[in-house]
């Protein structure tokens, strides 16, 4: 019996020659999403996506089994029981399913707490650690004869190789669908301690739904350290909000905002609080997912930061896709745009900042043995801005270990 209990519940109903009719192409391709939703832990999303799903199928006996079972994880013991009943009487389900269904009511409906985890430990080569300048030629001063000076050499680009540990962990906090996540990343140059780095990131999720629209909320906060010093503090607001369906089949959509203050513990001037608006839109296959993204950003200073208050726009793309059994392709492309208010330092550098910056990212996935894969990463950021003391190229390659579970 335990071999049953632990296949795929679509799965245990093809083998065991069930005659339920498939579901139209859109609505399997919803079930499946709740299938990923449940697999990853997300046991609300997938409450709500099997719920719809058993509005617009009616009949489909895969989502009715599906949710009745994770009611009985959630510990909803007469909901899964009416849920049983249903499957019981409507379906008339063979006896391999009676069998599941039966396993679960002599065990009993408690609240299974899911959690996921995760770490990864990498070496790479970055050649800019410093985010060193990429012109060695720098002006000053205003009016028709600024003066050009040179950038000492610690100011240049200097490469150098890491070891990065990071680790993870998200679940269930309880059982209303509040959600709970936690990081931690560690860099550590070979020769530049000076640029080591250290991320301790906290924060709660929570989904709601209103009629057809869904939102999820998260907030976090985040910890920054250079050369073992608290560096920067981070606290965040961000919400998700997903429309009614009205695209095609495969394609979905996501309007996100969210309110983002940084401040700096040893820079004077530089906190900001930003305000972001934007779109989400994706497109999903059985072995690949491809999302475009786009946005407005504005960014609050306080009255001496240099340069002023600050707006910009950001774009980007993203795909990820299965190419083998055991290969799987990232890549994405990002592109952040800022203007800033005012003039950047009136007699000194008499521009008004306006940064542009992209980054490229390229990676190869080889899953081998359980919750176990290798990941080779390639990433490139060009940082063309229009004061040539802040311009910046790097390069980085990274190969890594992860364990996930």
């Not at 002023?308 to 799987?328: E, F, K, M, V």
Request: proline residues 4%; glycine residues 8%; charged residues 20%.
């Amino acid at each position: 019996m335990k071999r049953l209990f632990n296949l795929p519940l679509a799965l245990m109903l093809i083998l065991s020659g069930s005659v339920y009719a498939d579901a139209a192409e859109d609505q399997q391709d919803l079930y499946l999403d709740a299938m990923r939703s449940l697999s990853e832990g997300r046991q609300a999303e997938a409450t709500d996506m099997l719920t719809r799903m058993i509005e617009q199928e009616p009949q489909h006996a895969g989502a009715w089994l599906d949710l009745a079972i994770l009611q009985c994880r959630l510990g909803h013991a007469d909901e899964a029981e009416r849920l049983f009943g249903l499957i019981e009487s409507r379906f008339a389900p063979p006896p391999g399913i009676r069998e599941v269904i039966q396993v679960y009511r002599k065990r009993g409906c408690k609240w299974e707490r899911k959690s996921r985890s995760s770490v990864s430990l990498a070496r790479g080569s970055d050649s800019n650690v410093n985010q060193g300048a990429t012109n060695p030629i720098f002006s000053i001063g205003g009016g028709p004869s600024p003066r050009e000076l040179q950038l000492t050499p610690e100011f240049l680009p200097q490469p150098d190789q890491y070891t990065l540990l990071s680790a993870s962990w998200s679940g269930d906090l309880t059982r209303s669908a509040l959600e709970g996540f936690a990081h931690f990343r560690m860099r550590r140059n070979d020769s530049l301690a000076k640029y080591n780095t250290a991320t301790l990131a906290a924060g709660i999720e929570k989904p709601w739904r209103f009629g057809d629209w869904r939102v999820r909320g998260t907030t976090n906060a985040s910890l920054i350290t250079l050369e073992n010093r608290l560096y920067q503090k981070q606290a965040q607001l961000l919400a998700r909000i997903t429309p009614p369906a009205f695209l095609p089949e495969r394609f979905d959509v996501n309007l996100m905002t969210g309110l983002t203050h940084v401040k700096y513990q040893s820079l004077l001037n530089f906190d900001s609080n930003t305000l972001e608006t934007g779109i989400q839109l994706g497109y999903s296959r059985t072995n690949a997912r491809f999302q475009a993204s786009g946005g407005y950003l504005v960014d609050y200073g306080s009255a001496k930061r240099l340069g002023g208050n600050r707006s910009g726009w950001y774009a980007g793309l993203q795909g990820q896709a299965q190419i083998r059994d055991r290969l799987i392709a990232e890549a994405s492309w990002m592109k952040q745009h800022w203007v800033g208010a005012t003039i950047y330092s009136p007699n000194l550098i008499d521009k008004i900042r306006e940064q542009d910056m992209q980054l490229y990212r390229a990676a190869l996935i080889v899953p081998f043995r359980d919750h176990h894969a290798l990941q080779l990463e390639w990433r490139r950021v060009k940082n063309n801005e229009n004061i040539s003391l802040f311009q910046y190229n790097s390069r980085l390659l990274q190969l890594s270990w992860q364990w996930q579970k």
